[in-house]
């Protein structure tokens, strides 16, 4: 059975950092995205691995203070997130496809969708 099992969030202040974990079971994932979704906004992808795990991609939005890493042996995706705003208040979701993707994972290509785990800043 595959699964995405996601942790590391919390409630910080604006300055602070944070890890997100992705944990798969069932299967080895190469075309994964971290996506969020705050209250009455649409689900937004910011951080993805492609191209066979050697490709990064990155929101604007949060370029230079998100990384997207990936441990193979642990089969666990992390997104690092340093110098956290009250606007990257959201649930973190990590999402992921089967087989390779050649650009980053979209949310209409997902096949498997974890349960999400809430981020929570405070200015």
């Known amino acids: 059975q595959v699964q995405l099992v996601e942790s590391g969030g919390g409630s910080v202040q604006a300055g602070g950092s944070l890890r997100l974990s992705c944990a798969a079971s069932g299967y080895s994932f190469n075309c994964i995205t971290w996506f969020r979704q705050a209250p009455g906004k649409e689900r937004e992808g910011v951080a993805g691995?492609?191209?066979?795990?050697?490709?990064?991609y990155y929101a604007d939005s949060v370029k230079g203070r998100f990384t997207i890493s990936q441990d193979n042996a642990k089969n666990t995706v992390y997104l690092h997130i340093n110098s956290l705003k009250p606007e990257d208040t959201a649930m973190y979701y990590c999402a992921a496809k089967l087989g390779d993707c050649w650009r980053w994972l979209q949310s209409k290509f997902v096949d498997y969708w974890g349960q999400g785990t809430q981020v929570t800043v405070s200015s």
């Open positions: 691995i492609y191209d066979g795990g050697g490709r990064t």
